[in-house]
């Protein structure tokens, strides 16, 4: 198989490069390396193509799907972060970039998968979320949800693409996936607190550490999108792909400290000391994986601590 991965640098895309080439596809890579780096698919030089440019230059997403078998759309802004720092660029990035995407994979009559995020169903508060859980965001001036509701429009493309010119996409819907190469600099949290707690320094929750979250390891991600592209029967569906074992960010903390045998201290800051205005968080986020595994026969297989375990061995090596 001919597969294009766009955002192939960086973290999620760069573990698919890897194992793509393990079972022995060929792989072209796009990225505009924003988050991404070539640090990340240095050790497939050589194997792989390699183009620096971006989803939004249409002529060169088109010659790159054209000549490909499968296209894995990884390539977005993301970050709460970053999204909020640049709101305007992630917009276009997410919405119009992905546009180019969509289009060209119809038009080429191309096997696609997008990425989407667990971010779509906002605040709900109905935990587990399921596929057909509603979205439920702020209003528009709380910056945050500007990615949520790029990628539900990105979604609602998608989907309509394929009802009306037999798009062949599956959409999967990450929830939080933490491993190896995930940096901690777009206020990520698993890779912030491994590095906080192997440099004995303070690891800073923002808000009262009280919310939680599911985690999934990258490596179980990536099998759940290899699956789903060589399932026909997953086309014109969206699944999502999350871990096991809620934990709260003050539970996370202090296994973090615990299994690093770290001397760090943990300190709480406020949100609105942590991001610029117009952020909310949501409470919980757990994801309801039933439906990819009757799909698929897909379940994780990382728990939290091999999760903490991974993160933490790449960071000393
Ligand atoms: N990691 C998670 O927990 C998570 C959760 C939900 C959804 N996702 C989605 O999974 C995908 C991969 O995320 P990730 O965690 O690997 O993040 P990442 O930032 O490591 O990867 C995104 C890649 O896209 C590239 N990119 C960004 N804008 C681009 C553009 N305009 N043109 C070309 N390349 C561009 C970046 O350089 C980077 O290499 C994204 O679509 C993201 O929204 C990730």
Redesign the pocket.
């Known amino acids: 198989m001919r597969a294009l991965i766009?955002?192939g640098?960086?973290?999620?895309?760069s573990h698919l490069a890897d194992a793509l080439i393990a079972r022995g596809d060929s792989v072209t890579i796009?990225?505009?390396?924003?988050?991404?780096s070539m640090a990340n698919i240095a050790h497939l030089k050589g194997k792989i193509e390699i183009h620096e440019g971006?989803?939004?230059d249409k002529a060169l997403v088109e010659k790159l799907i054209e000549n490909s078998d499968t296209v894995f759309h990884?390539?977005?802004?993301?970050g709460v972060k970053n999204i909020m720092e640049h709101t305007l660029e992630s917009i276009d990035?997410n919405f119009n970039?992905s546009e180019i995407v969509l289009h060209a994979a119809t038009q080429f009559k191309k096997r696609l998968i997008i990425?989407?995020?667990?971010e779509i169903y906002g605040k709900n508060p109905n935990q587990p979320l399921h596929e057909e859980s509603d979205r439920v965001v702020g209003a528009p001036q709380k910056i945050r949800w500007t990615y949520s509701d790029a990628?539900a429009l990105e979604e609602a493309v998608a989907h309509t693409l394929h009802k009306t010119k037999g798009l062949k996409v599956t959409t999967i819907r990450?929830?939080?996936?933490v491993g190896p190469r995930?940096t901690g600099q777009y206020g990520m949290v698993v890779p912030r607190f491994i590095q906080a707690a192997l440099k004995n320094e303070d690891i800073i929750i923002y808000g009262d550490g009280s919310q939680s979250r599911v985690f999934c390891h990258v490596n179980d991600a990536v099998r759940a999108v290899l699956l789903l592209a060589d399932t026909d029967s997953t086309i014109g569906d969206y699944f999502n792909v999350g871990g096991k074992g809620e934990v709260t960010i003050k539970g996370l903390a202090e296994k973090v400290i615990a299994k690093t045998n770290s001397q760090s201290k943990i300190k709480y800051i406020p949100f609105t000391e942590a991001y610029p205005s117009g952020f909310e968080d949501m409470q919980r986020r757990v994801p309801d994986i039933s439906k990819i595994k009757k799909a698929i026969n897909w379940e994780p297989t990382h728990t939290l601590d091999s999760i903490i375990e991974s993160v933490a061995a790449s960071l000393i090596n």
Do not use: E, P, V, Y
């Open positions: 766009t955002g640098a960086g973290f999620i895309g796009l990225d505009n390396m924003s988050t991404g971006d989803i939004r990884m390539a977005a802004a993301l990035r970039g990425a989407s995020t667990s990628k990450f929830f939080n996936t995930q």
